[in-house]
T-cell receptor, first 117, second 112 residues
Framework: GDSVTQMEGPVTLSEEAFLTINCTYT??????LFWYVQYPGEGLQLLLK?????DKGSNKGFEATYRKETTSFHLEKGSVQVSDSAVYFC????????????????FGQGTILTVHP | DVKVTQSSRYLVKRTGEKVFLECVQD?????MFWYRQDPGLGLRLIYF???????EKGDIPEGYSVSREKKERFSLILESASTNQTSMYLC???????????FGQGTRLTVV
């Protein structure tokens, strides 16, 4: 079945540092890939997504590229801020081109990011 | 603004109680989901529904049931709550064939 593996955390950085959170997946076909973010006390928000190989998703300075050859979708940001402190989840969807999709998501275990001033 | 609303942010229940978690969405979405979030395990799918009165088991359905009598409402039921069901529960919805899910704010359930 589908699975997602994220780098283990927690990750602690100073403000303006470079961020990478690794994510790899196992799935049949070409799933859609997502990064969700959960700020303290809140539900999950979609951060960015990519629906096909070599697509780059981007939002709020974060980027991730869908790499089919390495089955990866690593999250990067060039300069983090204190306000980026949150839990980040990599996920894939049951959506497949030409197939039936219920929008079910398979999540990684989450990475806690703390950014210090 | 799209909205998925869960009826409670925090709940404390006793072992053996029957517990209802309610979720309402205002986006006319066909698909609705219940996930459970635990540290180090990410989110795991309990049940989902792709239409009114339709339901499918997810990865960890044991000890849970669901009800979807109206399109906008999806209820999670713990038939007899146990301490190992202490967790954060997240409801989500998505349109038919859509790739994006919208989440509620979560219900933190403690079973004592």
């Amino acid at each position: 079945g589908d699975s997602v593996t994220q780098m283990e955390g927690p990750v602690t950085l100073s403000e303006e540092a470079f961020l990478t959170i690794n994510c790899t997946y196992t799935a049949t076909g070409y799933p859609s890939l997502f990064w969700y973010v959960q700020y303290p006390g809140e539900g999950l928000q979609l951060l960015l997504k990519a629906t096909k190989a070599d697509d780059k998703g981007s939002n709020k300075g974060f980027e991730a590229t869908y790499r089919k050859e390495t089955t990866s979708f690593h999250l990067e940001k060039g300069s983090v801020q204190v306000s980026d402190s949150a839990v980040y989840f990599c996920a894939l969807s049951d959506h497949r081109a030409g197939g039936t999709s219920y929008g079910k998501l398979t999540f990684g275990q989450g990475t806690i990011l703390t950014v210090h001033p | 603004d799209v909205k998925v609303t869960q009826s409670s942010r925090y709940l404390v229940k006793r072992t053996g109680e029957k517990v209802f978690l309610e979720c309402v969405q205002d986006m006319d979405h066909e698909n609705m989901f219940w996930y459970r979030q635990d540290p180090g395990l990410g989110l795991r799918l309990i049940y989902f529904s792709y239409d009114v009165k339709m339901k499918e088991k997810g990865d960890i359905p044991e000890g849970y049931s669901v009800s979807r009598e109206k399109k906008e409402r999806f209820s999670l039921i713990l038939e007899s709550a146990s301490t190992n069901q202490t967790s954060m529960y997240l409801c989500a919805s998505s349109p038919r064939g859509g790739t994006r899910a919208f989440f509620g704010q979560g219900t933190r359930l403690t079973v004592v």
